[in-house]
Every structure is written in C-alpha cells, then in structure tokens.
C-alpha cells in the first residue's frame, strides 16, 4: 500500500523559529511537492523536487526552502516563522502522469 | 500559465440525487492531465478521477465521471447517486504531461449532502 507520511499532524510554533517539516514517501517517486492550503485559496505550490539534490520554486517559495538528501524524504524549511505561515501544508509524491499521493497534512499555527 | 477555476463555494444536495460540480480550466500547454481529489473533514485528500487531454472518452471510476468538454475547457466531475459519506471539499487541478507534474488547483467547491 503506498504511502506519504508527515513528520506532525498538528505543531505549534513561535515567531521568528525555524521549522522543519518532514515527508517521507515509500514508493521510489522521483517527484515530491509542498503545497500550503489556506481557505478559499486552494492549495497553491510552494517547492518541488524531480530528483535527489534538485528543486525549484513553486508559486509562492517566499519565506520557505527545501532540501532533498535522499529519495524518499523531502524537507520543508521555515527559516524564520511568521504569523501569514500559519496554515496547513501538504506533501505530495508522484512518479507518473496521473495521480499524486498526498500525506496527512501538517496543520502549522504560527503565535 | 496554467489557472483552475471552480465558481460553485458550496453546494447542498439531496441524498440520491446525481450533482455536478463545474471547473473550468486554462492553459497553453497541449497536453495536460485534470484531476479531481476529495478531502474530507479529517484532511486528506483523495483521488478521484484522472483525464488526459487527448482521451477520446471521458474518465469513469464507479460512481464519479469527468464530463470534458475541451472546446469549453471545462472538466466537470459528476457524482452519481449521491451518499451521506460524499460530504467533503473537493479540487479540480491540473498539470502539464511533460515534466514534473505539479499540480495547480482550484479554490474547492464544499458539497454537504443532505439525508
């Protein structure tokens, strides 16, 4: 059964803290994405990676960065939290045209 | 660049009754895919239904069909027989064929079904 985790389903975090946001995935996908859903908005991309090493800017990379060491795991930093981050991120892997699998989510509040 | 537009906020349907719910869609590419996903309350979303822009027949997956319409770049879905558990927020998105396949999606339409 395929499968995407997120490192948290719920954090809180103070201003001005970096955050990291994990998402490990278990099927040898070359793609991962973050994407942040905020109500009325959809979910609009932030990062994404079509290999090891490599990424490149969603919609909207302001404030965010990412790293990928390693197939399976792609990273979502915040390097300084910030209130307008409080929202619910969503990490994604797909290895084809067609579906994308999504993880649980990490709903992110930001005080 | 591509641009997904869903202008139905909410919805509200009888149980039984088939709905529909509208997205309209834009983009230069010529090929692209489209995509229907649910996400119920607890948040995770789940696919539905995929369509290429060069099938010939609309995508069916039990009860859900895509009605596309490519000259009217629309890519309706079409619920059948609705149930209580059909309560959820649901996205149209699309992405290119080629490349990555990052996904770019509409505002969400929220369907209550009502018993």
């Known amino acids: 059964d395929v499968k995407v985790t997120q490192s948290s389903r719920y954090l809180v975090k103070r201003t001005g803290e970096k955050v990291f946001l994990e998402c490990v995935q278990d099927?040898?996908?070359?793609?991962m994405f973050w994407y942040r859903q905020d109500p009325g908005l959809g979910l609009r991309l932030i990062y994404f990676?079509?290999?090891?090493?490599?990424?490149e800017k969603g919609d909207i990379p302001e404030g965010y960065s990412v790293s990928r060491e390693k197939k399976e795991r792609f990273s979502l930093i915040l390097e300084s939290a910030s209130t307008n981050q409080t929202s619910m991120y969503l990490c994604?892997?797909?290895?084809?045209?067609?579906?994308?699998?999504f993880g649980p989510g990490t709903r992110l509040t930001v005080t | 660049a591509q641009k997904i537009t869903q202008t139905q906020p909410g919805m509200f349907v009888q149980e039984k009754e088939a709905v529909t719910l509208d997205c309209t869609y834009d983009?230069?590419?010529?090929?692209?895919?489209l995509f229907w996903y649910k996400q119920p309350s607890s948040g995770e979303m789940i696919f539905l239904i995929y369509?290429?822009?060069?099938?010939?027949q609309n995508a069916t997956e039990g009860r859900y069909s895509l009605n596309f319409q490519k000259a009217r770049k629309s890519a309706n879905l079409v619920i059948s027989a609705s149930q209580l558990g059909d309560s959820a927020m649901y996205f149209c998105a699309m992405s290119p064929v080629q490349g990555a396949q990052k996904l770019v999606f509409g505002q969400g339409t929220r369907l209550t079904i009502n018993p």
């Open positions: 990676s079509y290999d090891v090493k490599m990424k």
């Open positions: 994604a892997s797909t290895d084809r045209v067609g579906e994308q699998y």
């Open positions: 099927m040898d996908h070359e793609n």
């Open positions: 983009t230069s590419d010529p090929s692209y895919g």
């Open positions: 369509q290429g822009s060069y099938d010939q």
